[in-house]
């Protein structure tokens, strides 16, 4: 079981930053976890923004490559989602994400919303 609870969202203007960041509890080891970030804009389907491996490898969808650098601490199971030069289009409820690699089961946290706007 992991239960995942997201903080950092917020309101930002065009090209500012914000960090996200998601803590598991589980009785899963971390290290089966890949852990990422998701968001859903109204009237959009959920779509993967970024995932990091135990390994620390990373994946990005086009969108943020360049922009937003996703890691995560070990120790302290939490993933952070770094997000740099953020666009209107960014606007968005964001969802961390653990899939665990044994039972192929998702696991979501409870959404955080970011909103790009001057």
């Known amino acids: 079981q992991v239960q995942l609870v997201e903080s950092g969202g917020g309101l930002v203007q065009p090209g500012g930053s914000l960090e996200l960041s998601c803590t598991a509890s589980?009785?899963?080891?971390?290290?089966?976890?890949?852990m990422g970030w998701y968001r859903q804009a109204p009237g959009n389907q959920r779509e993967l923004v970024a995932r990091?491996?135990?390994?620390?490898?990373?994946s990005y969808s086009d969108s943020v490559k360049g922009r937003f650098t996703i890691s995560r601490d070990h120790a302290s199971h939490t993933v952070y989602l770094r997000m740099n030069s953020l666009k209107p289009e960014d606007t968005a409820v964001y969802y961390c994400n653990a899939f665990e690699m044994v039972s192929r089961q998702d696991y979501w946290g409870q959404g955080t919303q970011v909103t790009v706007s001057s």
């Open positions: 589980t009785t899963t080891p971390f290290a089966r976890l890949i």
């Open positions: 990091v491996t135990d390994g620390g490898i990373t």
